[in-house]
């Protein structure tokens, strides 16, 4: 079984669309690797580093992302939701997120840092206390999603309802502060 497991490893330009996965990664750290359209079903990665990896359209139904972090890393068209909930955590710097999913998924206290999150869908999930420094949403989707405590001072494009999110404590700038009125279609000089 040992076998399957890789503890304190770095893999470089791997492509894994060819290269056999382990079962479980733990401490490891992948640059330049490529988990487009990779089955990452049932894999466990555990405070493991990805940098400018591609993770476009993987297949993440129960893969378990344990204090994980992304950074540079391209990860278009993923399911979130889809990944094991279990300890489920991770960051994101300069990482391109769009037409990604978090739907209902509790991911509190989560940093998305100079992040391209273009139409991402966050409907339904527990973004309390997340930090969104430098984020574009552009026609990303709130609906019912607990964002209280989050930080979004310097995002921008965002429109959300506070009708229909927690937004309490949330935390705006005087520049983007519109991306809440925008349902009441207002024109403000």
């Given amino acids: 079984m040992e076998e399957n497991i890789a503890w304190d490893q770095e893999f470089e330009q791997l492509d894994f669309k060819n290269s056999p996965l382990k079962n479980e990664y733990e401490n490891c750290h992948f640059k330049t690797c490529n988990f487009s359209d990779v089955k990452l079903a049932g894999i466990i990665f555990s405070e493991c580093t990805f940098q400018e990896c591609d993770f476009s359209t993987a297949n993440l139904n129960n893969a378990a992302l344990r204090d994980c972090k992304f ?17 489920l955590s991770f960051s994101f710097e300069n990482c391109d997120l769009s037409f990604s999913s978090f739907f209902q998924l509790k991911i509190p206290k989560t940093v998305f840092k ?22 574009d949403f552009t026609n990303a989707s709130f609906g019912h999603t607990n964002l209280e405590k989050a930080d979004f001072r310097s995002a921008h494009h965002f429109s959300i309802d506070p009708e229909q999110n927690s937004l309490a404590n949330a935390k705006f700038s005087q520049e983007n502060i519109l991306g809440l009125l925008t349902k009441y279609k207002l024109k403000v000089y």
Avoid: H, I, P
């Avoid at 100079?114 to 430098?134: H, I, L, P, R, Y």
């Fill in 114 to 135: 100079n992040c391209k999150m273009q139409q991402v869908e966050f409907s339904g999930a527990d973004c309390s206390g997340a930090n969104f420094t430098e984020v």
């Fill in 71 to 87: 950074s540079s890393c391209k990860m278009l068209g993923l399911r979130f939701e889809e990944c094991d909930d279990f300890l």
